[in-house]
Nanobody
């Protein structure tokens, strides 16, 4: 059982930056695909980014060029660098990982989830 703990959320002005971190409890995490999802009030959970077992990355158009996902296997941690933040980026951000190791943009494909961290972008 892998436990995930997110950190780094907070309040930031539009145009600013935040870096989220997702720390895992198990070294097998390095072989997982890990993604970030977000959920705003009244909306469905939305795919934000993924890094697979080989460190290949995936982004939807809504964040491409602004967000960067990366991993540090020595620290069992995945990061999400968020730049040029917009008010529509406001949401609870969740880290999720799947043992399959390959990309998926669907929340149901992920076995492990963090508790979420709030990101609020003020305009």
């Amino acid at each position: 059982q892998v436990q995930l703990v997110e950190s780094g959320g907070g309040l930031v002005q539009a145009g600013g930056s935040l870096r989220l971190a997702c720390a895992a409890s198990d070294r097998t995490f390095s072989g997982h695909a890990t993604s970030w999802f977000r959920q705003a009030p009244g909306k469905e959970r939305e795919f934000v980014s993924c890094i697979d077992w080989s460190s290949r990355t995936y982004y939807p158009d809504s964040v491409k060029g602004r967000f960067t996902i990366s991993r540090d296997n020595a620290k069992n941690t995945v990061y999400l660098q968020m730049n040029s933040l917009k008010s529509e980026d406001t949401a609870v951000y969740y880290c999720a990982s799947r043992e399959g190791g390959y990309y998926s943009g669907g929340p149901k494909d992920y076995e492990y989830w963090g508790q979420g961290t709030q990101v609020t972008v003020s305009s």
